[in-house]
């Protein structure tokens, strides 16, 4: 048999088979916690998840798909399969082999699915699939699908949702991450390039019901170009997720589409994963998985919990005595952090200062953050070059060549990309970090464009590239330098990324060690991404809830608190210094600011573990949230106007608590754990304060 050479590959990792069977009437399966794959003679799947209410899965579905010449195939009859332990980088486990063969027409093609389960990550299932062509011709692949699954439930508007999505596509139009799923959805979560300067996320969906979901995606330890489909359209009782990928969407050089007799290909690793509640859970086992092969995700600095004050209130055309004009108000509110945003540069491309700094130059400039008692960040826009820029006209070796032999364009800034893969572009950014941290004596850096957070393939170095695709494989490995250029030059350094309005890419988050809400729409938009972040960061990871004045109502300084995020604000100050006037810091808005700067440092929340487990950010209403601190628990509710019962979840059984407002100061009265409940009457939010007596 021609797998024998992958098994025997296996056996010398130390994986020895414990069970062998060969049988066509048995239905193998393999188990993760309360989560059961089964597998039935054709190698369909079913899903049982012994926590939900009713099944996820109704019946074996075909999840494993190969298209080929126009034609999708899924019944392959089962031949063999075998059952062993692991022992690997991830953990101790268990994993299932089983194989199928198919004949039909001129095709003889066998199929190996592998499914591994790892003891410490519970409801998680890794998924492989092997095909080779048995036949005497070559087989033009043009794709595969793995973990299609069409989860049970009624469809009904979205505005009645009977599904809960977490979705992972980056598009022009900024939306929602987390959202309902009604009548005829579709998204496809492509994570390539969906526009010119838009693209990548973190390669998982999640739908779920009130009582269960389920998720899948794509466990590779580099940026990958498939799809992640969520989709009702069509589809009979439920909704159908599934990883996807075209062969089209890739170059030739990295994936040959044929197939010759005796060759095999193997999918990427895949994963399903079922849970409770909403998608914190899965996206929570996603990164045990990724730290466990190695992406680990920083641990935040203590000045990366310090309040921010932007200059951004002031815009591109601000000048160095607003900004300058600005700081001993922003140091007698307790800000800690003043940053320098876009405006300085000549241009993105020529990363000088521009005439504002005639007077002064950026390194006297940044002493007086410094003299008056603030920490100094430098905007910065890294893969961005303007027409007409110092490396567009002299470096151009540098620039990304898309498929149509194109420059790529980004759009905010009329820029075009540079290739991050090559190496002169990492020393192209390593020795600008270098100049903006060591030179000039920066203390962070904001990092800033929707750019960031993926590029396209790059055909304009055949030279210097394998394929097209090393220049967004590398791409994390370009943030690497940055990241560690900058902690090299200042080990408590803040280095944060701002994908603008982008769904956040995993693949870059192990290289910051401040995440942001990142031009958020709305409130919602700054509480659901940073669910999202404390799940993938960790429950104290610093998550910078952007500028206030990005919120409802350019106030709700309470849905970045309540989170356990960090502030900040972009506020102009005194009245007569930004004629616009659109961000001045009146008296109202000072009290504001006070109020909520009180709150923050004396609770400081982002300190603490973010509890997403404990309510379902889609079914629970009101919205709520959870920071557990020093053996307390802080709760916040949300909702346009509440009058009615909340549960206080997560109190320790047996134990009581004194319940306190921790925004106005008011008496509560006392619970007892593990689940008490508040009578409550709000409109927008509520935060309380449960403390053990």
């Given at each position: 048999?021609?797998?024998?050479?992958?098994?025997?590959?296996?056996?010398?990792?130390?994986?020895?088979?414990?069970?062998?069977?060969?049988?066509?009437?048995?239905?193998?399966?393999?188990?993760?916690?309360?989560?059961?794959?089964?597998?039935?003679?054709?190698?369909?799947?079913?899903?049982?998840?012994?926590?939900?209410?009713?099944?996820?899965?109704?019946?074996?579905q075909a999840s494993e798909i190969?298209?080929?010449?126009?034609?999708?195939?899924?019944?392959?009859?089962?031949?063999?399969?075998?059952?062993?332990?692991?022992?690997?980088?991830?953990?101790?486990?268990?994993?299932?082999?089983?194989?199928?063969?198919?004949?039909?027409?001129?095709?003889?093609?066998?199929?190996?699915?592998?499914?591994?389960?790892?003891?410490?990550?519970?409801?998680?299932?890794?998924?492989?699939?092997?095909?080779?062509?048995?036949?005497?011709?070559?087989?033009?692949?043009?794709?595969?699908?793995?973990?299609?699954?069409?989860?049970?439930?009624?469809?009904?508007?979205?505005?009645?949702?009977?599904?809960?999505?977490?979705?992972?596509?980056?598009?022009?139009?900024?939306?929602?991450?987390?959202?309902?799923?009604?009548?005829?959805?579709?998204?496809?979560?492509?994570?390539?390039?969906?526009?010119?300067?838009?693209?990548?996320?973190?390669?998982?969906?999640?739908?779920?019901?009130?009582?269960?979901?389920?998720?899948?995606?794509?466990?590779?330890?580099?940026?990958?170009?498939?799809?992640?489909?969520?989709?009702?359209?069509?589809?009979?009782?439920?909704?159908?997720?599934?990883?996807?990928?075209?062969?089209?969407?890739i170059s030739t050089q990295k994936?040959?589409?044929?197939?010759?007799?005796?060759?095999?290909?193997?999918?990427?690793?895949?994963?399903?994963?079922?849970?409770?509640?909403?998608?914190?859970?899965?996206?929570?086992?996603?990164?045990?998985?990724?730290?466990?092969?190695?992406?680990?995700?920083?641990?935040?600095?203590?000045?990366?919990?310090?309040?921010?004050?932007?200059?951004?209130?002031?815009?591109?055309?601000?000048?160095?005595?607003?900004?300058?004009?600005?700081?001993?108000?922003?140091?007698?509110?307790?800000?800690?952090?003043?940053?320098?945003?876009?405006?300085?540069?000549?241009?993105?491309?020529?990363?000088?200062?521009?005439?504002?700094?005639?007077?002064?130059?950026?390194?006297?400039?940044?002493?007086?953050?410094?003299?008056?008692?603030?920490?100094?960040?430098?905007?910065?826009?890294?893969?961005?070059?303007?027409?007409?820029?110092?490396?567009?006209?002299?470096?151009?070796?540098?620039?990304?060549?898309?498929?149509?032999?194109?420059?790529?364009?980004?759009?905010?800034?009329?820029?075009?990309?540079?290739?991050?893969?090559?190496?002169?572009?990492?020393?192209?950014?390593?020795?600008?970090?270098?100049?903006?941290?060591?030179?000039?004596?920066?203390?962070?850096?904001?990092?800033?464009?929707?750019?960031?957070?993926?590029?396209?393939?790059?055909?304009?170095?055949?030279?210097?590239?394998?394929?097209?695709?090393?220049?967004?494989?590398?791409?994390?490995?370009?943030?690497?330098?940055?990241?560690?250029?900058?902690?090299?030059?200042?080990?408590?350094?803040?280095?944060?990324?701002?994908?603008?309005?982008?769904?956040?890419?995993?693949?870059?988050?192990?290289?910051?060690?401040?995440?942001?809400?990142?031009?958020?729409?709305?409130?919602?938009?700054?509480?659901?991404?940073?669910?999202?972040?404390?799940?993938?960061?960790?429950?104290?990871?610093?998550?910078?809830?952007?500028?206030?004045?990005?919120?409802?109502?350019?106030?709700?300084?309470?849905?970045?608190?309540?989170?356990?995020?960090?502030?900040?604000?972009?506020?102009?100050?005194?009245?007569?210094?930004?004629?616009?006037?659109?961000?001045?810091?009146?008296?109202?808005?000072?009290?504001?600011?006070?109020?909520?700067?009180?709150?923050?440092?004396?609770?400081?929340?982002?300190?603490?573990?973010?509890?997403?487990?404990?309510?379902?950010?889609?079914?629970?209403?009101?919205?709520?949230?959870?920071v557990e601190k020093d053996g307390?628990?802080?709760?916040?509710?949300?909702?346009?106007?509440?009058?009615?019962?909340?549960?206080?979840?997560?109190?320790?059984?047996?134990?009581?608590?004194?319940?306190?407002?921790?925004?106005?100061?008011?008496?509560?009265?006392?619970?007892?754990?593990?689940?008490?409940?508040?009578?409550?009457?709000?409109?927008?939010?509520?935060?309380?304060?449960?403390?053990?007596?």
């Amino acid at each position: 048999m021609k797998s024998i050479s992958r098994f025997g590959f296996l056996l010398s990792l130390g994986i020895a088979i414990v069970f062998t069977a060969c049988s066509s009437h048995d239905e193998p399966s393999i188990k993760s916690g309360d989560l059961t794959l089964h597998f039935n003679n054709q190698l369909y799947t079913k899903v049982d998840f012994s926590q939900a209410e009713t099944d996820l899965i109704t019946d074996f579905q075909a999840s494993e798909i190969l298209k080929i010449n126009g034609e999708s195939f899924s019944d392959f009859e089962q031949t063999e399969f075998t059952s062993q332990s692991v022992n690997d980088m991830i953990g101790k486990g268990n994993r299932l082999t089983i194989s199928g063969e198919l004949n039909q027409d001129s095709y003889q093609i066998k199929k190996t699915v592998t499914a591994t389960v790892y003891e410490d990550i519970p409801n998680l299932i890794i998924t492989k699939v092997d095909y080779e062509n048995l036949g005497d011709e070559s087989i033009a692949i043009q794709g595969w699908e793995n973990n299609r699954y069409t989860v049970a439930g009624e469809v009904t508007d979205a505005s009645e949702a009977g599904f809960w999505s977490f979705q992972s596509g980056t598009y022009p139009s900024r939306q929602d991450w987390v959202l309902p799923v009604g009548k005829d959805f579709y998204q496809k979560n492509y994570q390539g390039m969906n526009s010119s300067d838009y693209g990548g996320g973190t390669p998982i969906v999640d739908v779920w019901r009130q009582d269960a979901g389920l998720a899948v995606g794509h466990i590779d330890i580099e940026p990958q170009l498939l799809s992640l489909p969520v989709n009702s359209e069509g589809i009979e009782g439920g909704v159908q997720i599934a990883v996807q990928f075209d062969a089209d969407s890739i170059s030739t050089q990295k994936f040959d589409r044929d197939l010759a007799p005796g060759e095999n290909f193997s999918t990427l690793e895949t994963i399903v994963m079922a849970h409770t509640g909403d998608f914190f859970a899965s996206v929570k086992n996603y990164s045990k998985i990724m730290e466990a092969k190695g992406v680990g995700f920083p641990t935040p600095p203590e000045t990366a919990y310090e309040p921010i004050w932007c200059a951004w209130g002031y815009e591109r055309n601000f000048t160095v005595d607003q900004v300058i004009n600005t700081l001993p108000k922003v140091k007698e509110l307790g800000f800690e952090w003043a940053v320098l945003d876009d405006g300085w540069q000549i241009a993105e491309g020529s990363w000088v200062t521009n005439n504002k700094f005639n007077d002064t130059s950026m390194k006297e400039f940044v002493d007086q953050i410094h003299q008056h008692g603030l920490k100094a960040k430098l905007w910065w826009a890294p893969l961005a070059a303007d027409p007409g820029s110092d490396v567009h006209e002299n470096q151009t070796d540098m620039l990304l060549v898309n498929q149509g032999g194109d420059y790529q364009h980004i759009t905010w800034w009329n820029s075009h990309y540079l290739n991050p893969a090559l190496n002169s572009t990492k020393e192209y950014h390593k020795q600008l970090v270098e100049k903006f941290m060591d030179e000039w004596g920066y203390d962070g850096l904001k990092i800033d464009g929707q750019h960031l957070n993926q590029v396209p393939p790059d055909y304009g170095h055949e030279d210097s590239q394998e394929y097209p695709e090393k220049s967004l494989e590398e791409l994390p490995d370009l943030y690497k330098v940055i990241y560690d250029t900058a902690l090299d030059i200042k080990p408590d350094a803040v280095v944060e990324i701002c994908p603008c309005g982008a769904s956040i890419s995993s693949f870059i988050t192990p290289f910051m060690n401040q995440s942001v809400s990142s031009d958020p729409l709305n409130s919602w938009q700054i509480r659901l991404k940073g669910k999202t972040y404390k799940a993938l960061m960790g429950g104290d990871a610093a998550y910078y809830g952007d500028h206030v004045e990005l919120s409802d109502d350019q106030s709700d300084f309470a849905s970045t608190v309540g989170i356990g995020g960090v502030i900040g604000t972009k506020f102009t100050w005194p009245a007569d210094a930004d004629p616009e006037g659109k961000y001045v810091l009146t008296e109202e808005r000072e009290e504001l600011v006070a109020k909520w700067m009180d709150i923050y440092k004396k609770y400081m929340l982002p300190k603490g573990n973010y509890r997403g487990e404990l309510y379902d950010i889609g079914f629970y209403s009101p919205e709520a949230h959870a920071v557990e601190k020093d053996g307390k628990l802080f709760y916040a509710f949300y909702s346009d106007s509440f009058d009615g019962e909340v549960e206080l979840r997560g109190l320790e059984s047996g134990k009581e608590y004194h319940l306190m407002n921790y925004e106005t100061g008011e008496d509560l009265g006392t619970a007892t754990g593990p689940e008490a409940k508040l009578e409550t009457s709000f409109t927008h939010h509520v935060m309380v304060m449960a403390s053990p007596e």
